[in-house]
């Protein structure tokens, strides 16, 4: 009989769940040999929000189990392994029966994941066995040429998955018409967004894929050396990558007259960033691996006539390279096959903030935010008010709720005034306050603005101290268009995407909750229930019991009241840290 | 912007104890490396926590990089500390889906435990509070990071209890800074 397998995923977010203590258990149980089963580990698998997950693979199928801790191990050890009973309660995906969680699954079509979760990152045999370095194979066995591979990547139509959609066989034809003794090929795994982690889930997951990604790419623009520039916060990700490109040397993957081809040559180094969000531009992450300060500079000459040492350079995303094996292997009608009319292929969103089922999911473009959202994503945490979703990060836009049923794809999200961006989608619920995300955003780039445009220096500075004004309720009637003739400077008169993209969240939360901004200026109110300054903390008579509880607890001394005698809450000196609110245990203070 | 990042400060004089020689090899192994800024810096940082005055003027003498470009690195990048920082280096994560999730709950409860500012270290050199923009585990906001362990779906009271167990621990155990 064959043996029952437990795999378990240590991706990061496993591993800050617990599932390093639960791996250790195993280990301990697997290695006395008192259960007979084999132990696996994997990566993400997608389903965060069911973290940490373990997953047994028996002779009937696959089973999933979510938020395994100690004592759950015992009993799925008890009843699974030792009696082959699965415990339904616990599985979160299996084919034998329906789960709560089946819906998360329903819709998404991996391909760019489509090792991730499978197989152990730190086994090149386990990669090779699920068609990993085929496609290369392939290309050098049926001796085509690069044209032919830039003609393929072309046909499929896939575009930048790092965020600007720009025609990938597009990219690499130009830097392949450029002639020159050496070319470079980089990986940009520099993923800044705050809310993306879909490039941190592909190194960690399946290494291999990239590698074999820019090896093609190398390939079809002829260069004989990558860099992969990947953030020094992804430490896991640096130690995978550095074990995947050891086996791809072991193997003769990686180095002199690889894959029988006389003269091609070809090498990968890691870069690790050094934290700077600019850096995620093209022409700023070729100084940063020069060793110069991540300043971007102006195009052209693009990359692809001189970017790294001033020689022809290409650069893609982790997403990007993650999806060309599986181009070349099943052609490039078969990735047209998904999406829609100007976007084709899958793209891998990280869904996170008041969502149930926050995750990695991959899903063909085409499909609408409301799909995503409430279908896959389970709806909003606590049922509480669809607000909106905020796409692109820091350069994207916020698109409400009565645009739930636009389309995922390039022109589609940016008709809205938002963009796609890497791919981080963060829902808002009621209780965000619109101006607030802005000046969030607002704030951060502010901070990344390398200070090379003056626009973007002082413009980005300038807008966030209105934003500070409107939010502590100083705000002044022509702030909204003092906001939005900055924010037209800022976008025309910066150098790089960072500048001409830093205003997006103002515009995007202007146009659409343009009735927040103006309850925050006129009403001195904040609609969610957000902003301090603007919040009114009372008592409500009724259900007060007199306990004493808010009085104790209040810093200065605001709130009068005696035993049997309603409280009250003396506005003068409350300084609306709202203590008393989350102490009352009777709901007997209003906030307004 | 980053730049705002200098600021002119009194030159403390670096106690003895800054071994300097520890950069040897790393200088040795990338003294003709093309692009070797970067990569000098990080293990110089790696080697002390922080990059000390002396290791810039070393650098200066025995590579062929200038202090100032090397000083424009250093304040450029987030990741360079120019400071020495405690022995826990606590991160908290201030990315859009932490945000959301009330990172700034998390972020106050720890001032008012270590008594220190955003980016401060605590008198006694134990703690180094931090805020960074995304920490990648996105699902499991509001996070933090100490050392190499991820704290996820904080609240106010756990993320109390995190930091007064670790003081708990370092009681007794003699402090290096």
């Known amino acids: 009989m064959e043996k029952v397998k437990v795999i378990v995923g240590l991706g990061s977010c496993g591993l800050a769940a617990g599932a390093g203590k639960v791996y250790d258990k195993l280990k301990a149980v697997h290695d006395a040999k008192i259960l007979g089963f084999d132990l696996k580990k994997t990566s993400c698998i997608g389903m965060c929000y069911r973290e940490p997950l373990v997953e047994v693979i028996d002779k009937s199928g696959s089973y999933l189990y979510g938020e395994v801790n100690e004592a759950k191990l015992e009993e799925i050890l008890e009843k699974h392994i030792r009696n082959h009973e699965p415990i339904k309660e616990y599985v979160v995906k299996t084919e034998m029966f329906e789960t709560a969680d089946s819906s998360f699954f329903e819709g998404q079509v991996k391909i760019a994941l489509r090792n991730c979760g499978y197989i152990d990152p730190e086994s090149i045999e386990e990669y090779e066995a699920r068609e990993g370095y085929k496609a290369i194979k392939s290309i050098t066995e049926n001796k085509l040429t690069p044209q032919d591979v830039i003609k393929t990547i072309l046909d499929s139509g896939l575009r930048g998955r790092g965020g600007g959609g720009f025609p990938t066989g597009l990219k690499w034809k130009f830097a392949n018409n450029n002639k020159a003794d050496q070319k470079y090929i980089i990986c940009n795994a520099d993923e800044g967004d705050p809310g993306a982690f879909m490039d941190r889930s592909v190194l960690e997951g399946d290494p291999h894929s990239v590698l074999e990604g820019m090896t093609i790419g190398a390939f079809a623009i002829e260069a004989s050396e990558g860099w992969i520039y990947c953030r020094a916060e992804y430490p896991l990700a640096i130690k995978r990558l550095n074990i995947a490109i050891e086996q791809a040397r072991n193997r003769g993957y990686l180095g002199k007259d690889i894959f029988g081809i006389q003269g091609f040559n070809f090498d990968i180094h890691i870069k690790e960033g050094a934290g700077a969000f600019v850096c995620g531009e093209e022409t700023a992450l070729i100084a940063s691996i020069e060793g110069q300060r991540g300043m971007p500079r102006k195009r052209p000459p693009f990359p692809a006539e001189a970017g790294l040492w001033r020689k022809p350079t290409n650069i893609n995303n982790v997403e990007t390279f993650a999806n060309i094996p599986w181009i070349v292997n099943k052609g490039a009608a078969a990735y047209a096959a998904y999406g829609s009319e100007r976007s084709k292929g899958t793209k891998v969103f990280a869904l996170t903030g008041k969502i149930k089922h926050g995750g990695l999911v991959e899903v063909p473009m085409g499909v609408t935010i409301n799909d995503i959202v409430f279908k896959l994503g389970g709806g909003i945490t606590d049922d509480k008010k669809f607000k909106a979703v905020q796409l692109g990060g820091p350069s994207g836009g916020c698109i409400p709720e009565h645009l739930g049923h636009t389309i995922v794809d390039y022109d589609s999200v940016n008709a809205t005034g938002a963009i796609m961006g890497s791919g981080g989608m963060v829902v808002m619920d009621e209780t965000t306050c619109m101006v607030d995300i802005a000046k969030f955003f607002l704030n951060f780039t502010r901070k990344e603005s390398c200070g090379k445009c003056t626009f973007c220096r002082v413009g980005t500075q300038r807008m966030l101290e209105i934003l500070e004004r409107i939010t502590e309720g100083k705000g002044k009637e022509s702030d909204i268009d003092t906001l939005q003739e900055l924010a037209y400077q800022i976008k025309d008169s910066s150098l790089c995407g960072l500048g001409q993209t830093a205003p997006n969240p103002v515009l995007t939360t202007i146009k659409y909750f343009r009735n927040e901004y103006e309850a925050h200026i006129k009403d001195k109110k904040c609609p969610a229930k957000n902003c301090k300054p603007l919040l009114t903390y009372t008592i409500i008579p009724d259900l007060c019991t007199a306990c004493m509880l808010c009085k104790k607890v209040c810093p200065s001394k605001a709130i009068d009241g005696e035993k049997k005698q309603p409280h009250f809450i003396r506005q003068a000196d409350c300084i609306k840290c709202g203590a008393c609110f989350s102490k009352c245990k009777f709901k007997a203070i209003n906030v307004e | ?177």
Do not use: W
């Open chain 2, 1 to 177: 912007m980053r730049i705002t990042r200098i600021k002119k400060e009194k030159v403390v004089e670096e106690s003895a104890t800054v071994d300097l020689s520890l950069m040897d090899p790393i200088i040795e192994k990338y003294k003709f490396y093309k692009g070797n800024m970067i990569p000098l810096l990080q293990h110089t940082q790696e080697l002390y926590g922080f990059i000390p005055r002396g290791a810039f003027l070393k650098l200066e003498k025995e590579t062929n990089l200038t202090l100032s470009d090397m000083y424009g690195v250093a304040s450029f990048y987030a990741q360079f500390r120019l400071k020495p920082v405690g022995k826990h280096i606590i991160k908290v994560c201030h990315g859009t889906a932490c945000h959301v999730q009330n990172a700034n709950v998390i972020t106050e409860a720890i001032q008012e435990e270590l008594g220190v500012k955003d980016g401060e270290t605590t008198a006694d050199g134990l703690f180094t509070l931090e805020s960074v923009a995304c920490l990648g585990c996105c699902s499991l906001a509001p996070v933090m990071m100490i050392g190499d362990e991820t704290f996820g779906k904080l609240t106010e009271k756990s993320t109390r209890e995190v930091i007064r167990n670790m003081r708990e621990k370092e009681k007794g155990t003699p402090c290096k800074n």
